[in-house]
């Protein structure tokens, strides 16, 4: 559908410089890939909860700011960014795991537009974030479902809240992110009841990568939504060993009976995705884990049992370890890795102290 739309474009323009009609300005835009800016979207490790960063054309946007304890650790990574100024702060639901870092990036950030969900709650982590953005004066408003907005050459469309909603979850703005022909999703917390919402809305919502809602929960990711969305990859942030068991089973399940790429923070830490309009890129291969986060029962409990024994033969001192290093994305894994890098990669048979001294951090995956 992507490829015929864009190839649509092509021929419509080509028709009308044939025959010296106008098009619209934003047609032409599409068609023309020069002035496609690159994209990246960096789904930051913030342990259980959301944090995004995008960037495109000089421009920038944050969705979701992580809980309390993350709000340095995403100031941090921002700056290693070079994000001085963030054009767009976007916080999808006032649920902790969302909102609780946003009063220190409020903080230390000049920020453009605050956008916030319909939903106000009355604890302690939503008054700091009104304090914080009294105290930048800052104003923050609820987007409007089918409002449109500019991140470089992307163009950003809301899709939710279309209504109140009892739960906060169900109150996530959700948004559509263009750039060229690749397609972002971001639904927030979204549950299958707002889900339906945004069905109704007719938006086309297909999208090339889709982040996964409400942290991969079984709630979220309702059949009618999933083939509405039609991602060809996904992204689920979530911690190891949450309390919550994300990713669900169920969810991982239509991912995977669909031939969905998936990528989670809980096993590669960030995940960083490149668009240049055509295509799509991460900074890691796939997971191939299809490892739920909740425990399904006692078979379940004795692969767990399997894993931490093999896990303990890996480290003992007669497998004479050396690591395997990923020279760009500073990560070490072991040999035995199943997400070894393919290309800058380097053994090293450098003991742990003196790799982990030079900056590179542990696979989440083998924990080496
Ligand atoms: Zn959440
Ligand atoms: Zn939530």
Request: aromatic residues 6%; neutral net charge.
């Amino acid at each position: 559908m992507k490829k015929i739309h864009s190839l649509m474009m092509r021929v419509i323009l080509a028709c009308a410089l044939l025959t010296g009609a106008a098009l619209p300005v934003s047609e032409m835009i599409l068609a023309s890939d020069a002035s496609v800016d690159k994209m990246e979207v960096h789904f930051i490790d913030v342990g259980q909860g959301d944090s995004t960063l995008i960037t495109c054309g000089g421009s920038s946007m944050l969705i979701d700011a992580g809980d309390d304890s993350k709000g340095t650790a995403i100031q941090n990574y921002l700056q290693k960014q070079k994000v001085k100024k963030l054009d767009y702060l976007v916080l999808t639901h006032p649920d902790a795991d969302h909102i609780g870092g946003a009063p220190v990036i409020l903080t230390k950030f000049e920020i453009g537009k605050v956008f916030v969900s319909n939903y106000e709650k009355d604890n302690k982590t939503y008054l700091k974030l009104i304090q914080a953005l009294d105290q930048k004066r800052l104003k923050s408003t609820t987007p409007k479902v089918g409002a449109q907005y500019a991140l470089g050459s992307a163009k950003i469309t809301i899709l939710a809240p279309n209504k109140k909603y009892e739960n906060p979850n169900d109150a996530s703005i959700a948004l559509i992110i263009e750039n060229g022909n690749n397609k972002f999703l971001f639904s927030g917390d979204a549950g299958e009841a707002a889900e339906k919402d945004i069905l109704d809305g007719k938006t086309d919502i297909s999208a090339n990568v889709y982040h996964a809602g409400h942290h991969g929960s079984r709630y979220s990711t309702s059949e009618d939504f999933f083939q509405a969305v039609d991602p060809d990859c996904a992204v689920i942030s979530c911690a190891q060993g949450n309390s919550y068991g994300h990713p669900h089973a169920e969810t991982l399940n239509t991912f995977r009976t669909n031939g969905v790429k998936v990528y989670r923070t809980d096993e590669d830490g960030t995940i960083i995705a490149v668009s240049d309009g055509k295509k799509i890129t991460f900074n890691v291969p796939a997971s191939d884990t299809w490892q739920a986060g909740e425990p399904t029962g006692s078979s379940r409990d004795s692969k767990k049992d399997t894993v931490s024994a093999v896990r303990k033969q890996d480290s003992s001192p007669a497998s004479e370890l050396s690591y395997v290093l990923n020279v760009k994305t500073m990560k070490f894994h072991k040999p035995s890795c199943n997400s070894l890098p393919t290309e800058n990669r380097q053994d090293t048979s450098e003991s742990r102290d003196s790799i982990t001294a030079k900056g590179y951090v542990p696979c989440k995956r083998c924990n080496p």
